[in-house]
């Protein structure tokens, strides 16, 4: 049979079952009863774009403290090498002039 042939068939119209109108009818009827289906369905939308909000806000307030102490940490290690560096400098000093002490210079 040619493709034509088959398309034709399938196309070609038939009178419905006997039945046709209660199926259609049953149909729309649990169609009525599916359109509040998706508030329900989609019920906890709200929720979770409140809980990935909520989840937002604190990660968002976490980093911000991370950042924060990052931030000071560093500033207390830079104070640590400047008081460090002008001690050595301190030392140093001291060593050259009792250096040039013993030699008499």
Request: charged share 25%; hydrophobic share 45%.
């Amino acid at each position: 049979m040619d493709i034509e042939d088959r398309l034709r068939e399938s196309l070609a119209a038939r009178e419905p079952d006997v039945d046709f109108d209660a199926r259609v009818m049953a149909r729309i009827t649990a169609g009525a009863s599916m359109v509040a289906r998706p508030q329900r369905r989609f019920a906890w939308r709200v929720p979770a774009a409140l809980a990935a909000t909520v989840f937002a806000a604190a990660f968002g307030l976490h980093w911000y403290t991370v950042q924060q102490r990052e931030a000071h940490t560093r500033d207390q290690l830079l104070l640590a090498l400047q008081i460090t560096s002008f001690e050595l400098n301190q030392v140093q000093q001291k060593l050259v002039r009792t250096d040039k002490q013993e030699n008499g210079t």
